[in-house]
Every structure is written in C-alpha cells, then in structure tokens.
C-alpha cells in the first residue's frame, strides 16, 4: 500500500498538478501564512493568462527571496491535462501548481475564493502575510501593476493595514 502512495506522489511531481476542491484551496492558503502570496487562476485555453505566465514565473524568482510565495491554480478539464502537463514541462515554473478538481460547482468554488470572481481568467489573488486576501486581478495586467500588488503584500505584514479593501486593480 506504501509503494501506491509513493507512485502517485511521484505522478503528481511528474507534472499533473493536485486536484483541489474550496477546502483545499483554502489549506493552501493557510499553508502559507506569513509570506506574501501571489495566487494564478489559468487554463491552457486562456489565451491572455498563457501570455501572462512567464512574467509570474519571473516575479516569483524575483521577489521570493523577499518572501513572496507563488502558486498555480489551473482551471483545465481531465479531458486537456495533456495539455496542462505539456504546458507546466514546457514553463517550470518552479512553483507548486493545482487544479480545480472536476466535478464540483465551479461558481461556489469561484465565490469561495473571491467573493467577486465569476470566473474571468486569468484571475490573480494577492495575499498579505495574515492570510487575507489583499487585492486582486481580474484579466491580463501589466508587470507594473504585479510589482505594486506585490511590494504591497511583501511590505504590509498586516492585510487589515491597507488604506484600501480588496478590489480589482487596473494597469
């Protein structure tokens, strides 16, 4: 029975990303309280977050030392994780990547995450070190805009510190 469980660990390193439901995502989350973290929502259909994945990649090697975390979360179906798989191997990202598990309601899931998501991609959530949600994207933004949301998120320990609540940031 150990040998399974270590096989499927193995799969899951070799590329296809761990399946996640609301609960999980939020175990996520709190598995990263006390850094910065920055939250991809992408498919491999999403055209803009395909675009927007290497400025991620290249944000997070450079504000992790600063203790930014970064995650993945893909919104594919079982019927494209050839796709994910080619995608991620093709990336490296060098973060951990999930996907929404198959199967559940995707708009309770969308409105779990982020009261004001109805599913746009991509969709980029900001978390200050308390683990609440700082701000967030909704579409392709520019890697200006990232770098405001993450110095924000590195500099204010606190979510509860912002002048401002969490709302869509423009470029």
Same mark, same amino acid.
């Given at each position: 029975m150990a040998r399974?469980?270590?096989?499927?660990?193995?799969?899951?390193?070799?590329?296809? #990303?761990?399946?996640?439901?609301?609960?999980g995502y939020k175990d996520i989350i709190a598995k990263y309280h006390g850094k910065g973290l920055l939250v991809t929502f992408w498919a491999t259909w999403c055209q803009p977050c395909r675009e927007e994945y290497p400025m991620i990649i290249a944000l997070s090697k450079e504000y992790g030392p600063q203790g930014l975390a970064v995650v993945g979360v893909s919104l594919d179906e079982d019927a494209d994780i050839g796709l994910v798989r080619q995608f991620l191997d093709k990336s490296q990202p060098g973060f951990p990547n999930y996907r929404q598990k198959p199967g559940i309601d995707a708009?309770?899931?969308?409105?779990?995450?982020? #009261?004001?998501?109805?599913?746009?991609? #991509?969709?980029?959530?900001f978390y200050g070190r308390d683990g609440h949600l700082a701000r967030y994207f909704v579409g392709q933004k520019s890697k200006d805009a990232f770098v405001q949301a993450i110095r924000l998120?590195?500099?204010?320990?606190?979510?509860?510190?912002?002048?401002?609540?969490?709302?869509p940031a423009g470029n």
């Open positions: 399974a469980n270590a096989a499927s660990v193995a799969d899951v390193k070799a590329g296809d #990303p761990q399946l996640v439901d609301l609960a708009d309770s899931f969308y409105q779990g995450v982020n #009261p004001d998501w109805r599913g746009t991609m #991509p969709q980029t959530d998120i590195l500099l204010t320990g606190e979510s509860g510190s912002l002048s401002t609540p969490a709302t």
